[in-house]
C-alpha cells in the first residue's frame, strides 16, 4: 500500500514500487525525494515510513526488507542506500540467489535530525540516533549514538593487515 502526503514533493523521475505483498510505503508531509530514488519492495515485508520534512536525494535506494523508519527532519544525500536486508549464504549446495534471506536483524531506524552523506550504506539492524551525522561513504550495521559524527571503519589499503 503506498500513501503520500499531498504536500510531499517527488521527482516524476523518482521510481516508488507498489508492494505485492501488502507492504506498507508511507510519505509524510513536506517531503521531498529527488529524481531517480528507488523505493523497492523487496527481501522481507517490512514497511518504509518517512517522516516529515525529510529530504532524499538523488540516486537513493531503499528496499523495503525487514522494514525502514525514517524520522522528522532527516537529510539524506545523493547515492545512499538503506538495505535492511540480508540473503541467506549457508546451503552451499544452492546459488544465494535461491536461498531466500536471512532472518531479521530489525530493520533499520533513523532517529530525527540526521545526515547521512553521499554514498552511505545502512544495513539491517542499524539504529541512528537522533542528530547524528554520517560521514560519506560509510557503511552503518549497528548502533549510532545520538549526535554522534560516524565516520565507519578507517580505510585500508589492500594487502595491510588488520589489527
Known amino acids: 500500500?503506498?500513501?503520500?502526503?499531498?504536500?510531499?514533493?517527488?521527482?516524476?523521475?523518482?521510481?516508488?514500487?507498489?508492494s505485492v505483498r501488502g507492504t506498507l510505503i508511507e510519505?509524510?508531509?513536506?517531503?521531498?525525494?529527488d529524481s531517480f530514488v528507488k523505493i523497492k519492495p523487496a527481501g522481507g515485508s517490512g514497511d518504509?515510513?518517512?517522516?516529515?520534512d525529510t529530504a532524499i536525494n538523488s540516486g537513493t535506494v531503499i528496499y523495503t526488507g525487514n522494514g525502514v523508519?525514517?524520522?522528522q527532519g532527516v537529510a539524506i544525500a545523493a547515492n545512499c542506500t538503506l538495505a535492511p536486508t540480508n540473503h541467506a549464504i549457508s546451503d552451499r549446495q544452492r546459488?544465494?540467489?535461491?536461498?531466500?534471506?536471512?532472518?531479521s536483524k530489525?530493520?533499520?531506524?533513523?532517529?530525527?535530525?540526521?545526515w547521512l552523506g553521499s554514498g552511505v550504506v545502512v544495513l539491517d539492524g542499524a539504529v541512528i540516533r537522533r542528530g547524528a551525522v554520517i560521514a560519506a561513504g560509510a557503511v552503518v550495521r549497528g548502533e549510532v549514538p545520538a549526535y554522534a559524527i560516524f565516520a565507519g571503519a578507517p580505510a585500508r589499503r589492500i594487502g595491510e593487515r588488520g589489527g
Open 27 to 33: 510519505i509524510g508531509p513536506r517531503v521531498m525525494i
Open 1 to 18: 500500500m503506498l500513501k503520500i502526503d499531498p504536500t510531499a514533493r517527488i521527482s516524476p523521475m523518482a521510481d516508488i514500487e507498489e
Open 48 to 52: 518504509v515510513v518517512i517522516g516529515p
Open 69 to 71: 523508519t525514517i524520522g
Open 95 to 103: 546459488f544465494i540467489k535461491d536461498q531466500g534471506f536471512q532472518a
Open 106 to 114: 530489525g530493520g533499520i531506524v533513523i532517529e530525527d535530525d540526521c
